[in-house]
């Protein structure tokens, strides 16, 4: 069974930093494209970045120029580097991975880790 485990969130003041982990744990071929979304309360989740097996990268508009996500092939993690948090950046936030287990492909959610931001 593919699991995806995040860590790395918490509170942290407007302006700084933090930086979110998920790894895939299980049986399969390959990862096509992992990344994060996030859903603050009352609001529908939305996409935060996406990274592609080839390293194309794709961020939300709100986030461009203060996240950076990456990846470690060799350890199946994305990463997020969030800089310059605000407080409108508060929220639950779900790795994602649409991975591929022998001829399927399959879309994967962690079970989310809050990041608050304070003002």
């Known amino acids: 069974q593919v699991q995806l485990v995040e860590s790395g969130g918490g509170l942290v003041q407007a302006g700084g930093s933090l930086r979110l982990s998920c790894a895939a744990s299980g049986k399969f071929l390959g990862i096509n494209v992992m990344g994060w979304h996030r859903q603050a309360p009352g609001k529908q989740r939305e996409l935060v970045a996406t990274i592609s097996s080839a390293g194309f990268t794709k961020y939300a508009d709100s986030v461009k120029g203060r996240f950076t996500i990456s990846k470690d092939n060799a350890k199946s993690t994305v990463y997020l580097q969030m800089n310059s948090l605000k407080p409108e950046d508060t929220a639950v936030y779900y790795c994602?991975?649409?991975?591929?287990?022998?001829?399927?492909?399959?879309?994967?959610w962690g079970q989310g880790t809050q990041v608050t931001v304070s003002s």
């Open positions: 994602n991975a649409v991975i591929q287990i022998d001829l399927n492909i399959r879309d994967f």
